[in-house]
């Protein structure tokens, strides 16, 4: 079992930064890869990136790319995602998720085996 808490969302204009954190607790976090989605109103929830076990590999969606930023700290059993040049169509609930799979990257909610509740980012314009 794993339980996953998303924090750090909030209200900004557009331009500006946030950086979401989510901890994790139960089974030893250096063992799995942990991704962040997101889900905006009326849409299906999608990927937003993912990182691996140690933290050695990234992956983003093509949208946030050269804005966003995943990282983890091991130690500190805590996934983190900073946020830049934010824009309105980043306005979403946003969820961390861990996949016990350490190999190639998984990018469908489906492959994903615990979920955090979410944190509301909207960005103003």
């Known amino acids: 079992q794993v339980q996953l808490v998303e924090s750090g969302g909030g209200l900004v204009q557009a331009g500006g930064s946030l950086r979401l954190s989510c901890a994790a607790s139960?089974?030893?976090?250096?063992?799995?890869?942990m991704g962040w989605f997101r889900q905006a109103p009326g849409k299906e929830r999608e990927f937003v990136a993912v990182?691996?076990?140690?933290?050695?590999?990234?992956k983003y969606e093509d949208s946030v790319k050269g804005r966003f930023t995943i990282s983890r700290d091991n130690a500190k059993n805590t996934v983190f995602l900073q946020m830049s040049s934010l824009k309105p169509e980043d306005t979403a609930v946003y969820y961390c998720?861990?996949?016990?799979?350490?190999?190639?990257?998984?990018?469908?909610?489906?492959?994903?085996?615990?979920w955090g509740q979410g944190t509301q980012v909207t960005v103003s314009s």
């Open positions: 998720a861990a996949d016990f799979s350490t190999g190639v990257f998984r990018v469908t909610i489906h492959e994903y085996d615990y």
């Open positions: 990182i691996s076990w140690n933290g050695g590999r990234t």
């Open positions: 139960g089974r030893s976090f250096s063992n799995y890869n």
